[in-house]
């Protein structure tokens, strides 16, 4: 967006909304509004900048209040400069005329709002600025930013190449950006002197009635006054009509705000789940190997077998008891407490042996999930950063920190719902779209059977198994009946529900988030009544739901 693109702008603005009443301001969060009868224009003064058009109302919030009810007079461009002019008119009680100006600077880092009278005393302005430029204080005379550039009729050229024209013209020439200077650097590679390019470049600017929005990668990177010629090679959207520049910035201002709202969300989600996976590491790290406590705990469980039978080894006083292994022949040393009985310490014995077991099998689950979780973490970060979806980036948000909803209760929060049957195998049922597809895709063994409702929205459902192991019947009845309980399904009576091996699921180039197909499925007729039963019953042991 350059001084010829604001230049059009101020056409349109002067076209469509000269005699027509100004209704309120507001300033909030780098954005300045101004509503003219029902119609709300919002300049971005953040950099880049924006302009935003909208219908509605708007609340007084600043100084200007009592500036409400003011005509546009007339709207232009300033000084060759990114800069509106709004030239107002106030009628009052009396019949006596008044005039002030509303002067939005558009120049990027420095952009600011001036609202000054007819003598061009600074009555109001939106920020603070720092520059020893000019005195821009509240109360002090207007003064227009510096430009050091000549209208082109004024400048004094040397040695003219098509190449330095593209790099250098618009340091010299006021009201022409680096683009511009590409434009013109292209017609005069068509064999056009420098003042026929840059006439034919600023005839077309002055009769187009069309904006351009041209595209890089997909997103609208640049905004023109007519279709450029050196930017053929690039998509473009067109624009026509009374508000044509306008609207052309308007959505250009509204995909660019969503890109980065896009980019924002994705740095908050990267660096949430970076610091989940280091922390999910160090706690592995932490857990003790389980082989090695269960090694443990059938040494200590061997010594109290042996001990059983010699308890009458065991004299008073005697910290080491020696016995002969009957398996090997072998003597085996046996630590003991003097100060307890043989009885006494034959159940110290066991009792460590047990508490060792208990102690190998929790571990052993905790790194299983741990490590079901940080491979689920290591997917969820790359699918952020590949994902373009702002919706499925919010889903994914406000899975990773539901506490920004409760901030009294903090949670911790854990990948899928996890769900102990009572045979004791799992089910694994992803939340939202991501959940099911990294779930499916990445978590899920080959061996694993997966269960969805057929041609109904819904959970994926995971049924953990061994390899090689054939599923009980009533475990598969359980898992397609907790697909329907957490499908669009639920209370629709019986609906079918297609199961098969994870290892047939395949994901189509270019299909939705979640998106799956699949072969060599059986499909079963079921409710949601079997798993509700058992949530009623308490059977269920819920982890994370």
């Known amino acids: 967006m350059d001084s010829l693109y604001i230049e059009k702008v101020a056409e349109n603005l002067n076209a469509n909304f000269r005699k027509k009443k100004i209704t309120g301001y507001d300033f909030t969060n780098n954005k300045f509004q101004i509503s003219i009868e029902g119609t709300i224009l919002s300049f971005i ?44 008119v106030k009628i009052t009680v009396s019949g006596k005329i008044e005039n002030y100006h509303l002067i939005v600077e558009l120049t990027g880092k420095t952009s600011n709002v001036f609202f000054v009278d007819e003598n061009g005393k600074i009555l109001f302005r939106a920020r603070e600025a720092q520059t020893s430029a000019r005195e821009i204080k509240t109360g002090k005379i207007y003064q227009l930013p510096p430009l050091d550039k000549k209208p082109f009729k004024e400048v004094k050229f040397g040695k003219i190449t098509p190449e330095g024209v593209e790099k250098s013209l618009y340091k010299y020439v006021a009201g022409i950006s680096p683009l511009n200077c590409k434009e013109i650097a292209f017609y005069m590679k068509q064999g056009m002197t420098l003042k026929e390019a840059y006439e034919k470049f600023i005839k077309k600017h002055k009769n187009s009635q069309k904006s351009f929005v041209y595209f890089k990668n997909g997103n609208p990177k640049i905004l023109t006054t007519f279709k450029y010629d050196s930017l053929a090679e690039l998509k473009f959207k067109s624009f026509e009509g009374e508000l044509s520049f306008i609207n052309a910035w308007d959505f250009f201002s509204r995909e660019n705000q969503k890109t980065e709202n896009l980019e924002k969300i994705k740095r908050e989600l990267l660096k949430a789940v970076k610091k989940k996976i280091n922390s999910i590491k160090n706690r592995l790290k932490q857990i003790e190997n389980p082989e090695k406590l269960l090694e443990e705990a059938q040494k200590l469980q061997k010594q109290g077998e042996l001990l059983k039978y010699n308890l009458h080894l065991i004299a008073a006083g005697k910290e080491i008891v020696e016995v002969t292994d009957f398996e090997t022949g072998a003597t085996v040393a046996i630590k003991v407490d003097p100060s307890k009985t043989p009885k006494d310490n034959l ?131 359980t898992a397609a009946s907790a697909a329907v309980f957490y499908s669009k399904g639920k209370e629709s009576g019986k609906v079918k529900v297609d199961f098969t091996r994870a290892k047939n699921l395949k994901k189509p180039p270019g299909t939705p988030t979640g998106f799956v197909i699949y072969k060599n499925e059986k499909t079963i007729f079921t409710t949601s009544e079997k798993f509700k039963k058992l949530l009623r019953n308490n059977l269920l042991r819920f982890q994370n739901t």
């Open 45 to 88: 003064l953040s950099n880049p900048n924006g302009l935003l058009i909208d219908r509605g109302k708007i609340e007084n919030k600043t100084l200007l209040k009592r500036y409400r009810n003011l005509f546009i007079k007339e709207v232009k461009n300033l000084n060759l400069d990114r800069i509106l002019m709004f030239n107002l």
């Open 347 to 477: 159940k110290t014995i066991f009792k460590k042996a047990k508490r060792l077991r208990n102690r190998a099998e929790h571990e052993k689950d905790e790194k299983e999930k741990l490590k079901r979780e940080l491979l689920w973490l290591k997917v969820l970060k790359d699918k952020i950063s590949e994902n373009k979806d702002i919706e499925t980036l919010v889903e994914i948000k406000e899975t990773i920190f539901p506490e920004k909803k409760y901030k009294k209760k903090k949670e911790k929060t854990k990948p899928f719902r996890e769900i102990v049957l009572p045979s004791g195998k799992t089910l694994l049922i992803g939340k939202n779209s991501m959940e099911n597809e990294i779930l499916s895709l990445k978590v899920a063994n080959p061996w694993d059977l997966w269960f969805h409702t057929k041609e109904i929205p819904g959970s994926h459902v995971i049924l953990r198994l061994e390899k090689n192991e054939i599923p009980d019947e009533e475990d598969i009845e």
